[in-house]
């Protein structure tokens, strides 16, 4: 269990993939760019999805981003944030039921 406090601590916003390669060397990871707005701006994130994901489909599509997490090197490439996905032994990302500005606050 977390409190209130804790979980106000997390940063989450509306981001916008507009580019998507795969990790050379990796057939789980793709490297993902997101546009956070202009408060935030563009950030690179590593996330294990190719087996789920083509890179086409998620190119233009608004998802979830944690963005005060601390930047990790995965294979070489700084990840600087995390995607929220759902998983089953699939992936499904999680997303605005409507179109948002990027970069706005999940509440």
Request: proline letters at 6%; glycine letters at 10%.
């Amino acid at each position: 269990m977390i409190t209130i406090d804790d979980f106000q601590k997390l940063d989450l916003r509306v981001g916008r993939v507009t580019a998507v390669e795969p990790v050379d060397g990796s057939d789980r990871l793709l490297k993902l760019m997101v546009d956070l707005g202009p408060e935030i701006g563009q950030r690179q994130i590593i996330a294990g999805l190719a087996q789920f994901y083509q890179p086409q489909d998620l190119s233009g599509r608004q998802i979830i981003v944690l963005v005060n997490l601390q930047p990790r090197s995965i294979k070489g490439h700084e990840s600087q944030g995390m995607l929220l996905a759902a998983d089953d032994g699939q992936a499904a990302l999680l997303a605005p039921d409507k179109p948002m500005i990027n970069g706005a606050r999940v509440r």
